[in-house]
């Protein structure tokens, strides 16, 4: 029997930082076939989570990193990465700015 969106549970898991901003838990669990279809499914029930992580196109944010377990989407099928029973995206803002370490 071939798995189907309806039994295909995968998580998302989302930065603490991220979780503030958008008002979210932490981790997700939902039904989906490919990345970009589980992101779809973020639009209406979090949608300041969805607005966070892609673009008003559907594409991914440029500063935010998404991993398919331990895979970067983008060296993958990008949002369309065929995810599996049990699969984790990660979702991490990127990180920037601040002062220069000083030795001394």
Same mark, same amino acid.
């Given at each position: 029997?071939?798995?189907? =969106? =309806?039994?295909?549970?995968?998580?998302?898991?989302?930065?603490?930082?991220?979780?503030?901003?958008? $008002?979210?838990? #932490? =981790?997700?669990?939902?039904?989906?076939?490919?990345?970009? #279809?589980?992101?779809?499914?973020?639009?209406?029930?979090?949608?300041?989570?969805?607005?966070?992580?892609?673009? =008003?196109?559907?594409?991914?944010?440029?500063?935010?990193?998404?991993?398919?377990?331990?895979?970067?989407?983008?060296?993958?099928? $990008?949002?369309? #990465?065929?995810?599996?029973? $049990?699969?984790?995206?990660?979702?991490?803002?990127?990180? #920037?700015?601040?002062?220069?370490?000083?030795?001394?």
């Amino acid at each position: 029997m071939a798995a189907t =969106e =309806e039994t295909l549970h995968i998580r998302i898991q989302v930065s603490a930082a991220l979780c503030r901003y958008a $008002g979210c838990p #932490s =981790e997700l669990v939902l039904s989906a076939a490919t990345v970009g #279809s589980a992101l779809w499914q973020l639009k209406p029930s979090h949608p300041r989570l969805y607005r966070s992580i892609c673009q =008003e196109s559907g594409a991914l944010r440029p500063h935010v990193n998404l991993f398919l377990n331990s895979d970067r989407i983008d060296e993958l099928n $990008g949002m369309d #990465s065929r995810l599996q029973p $049990g699969d984790i995206l990660t979702v991490l803002p990127a990180v #920037s700015g601040g002062s220069p370490c000083r030795n001394g």
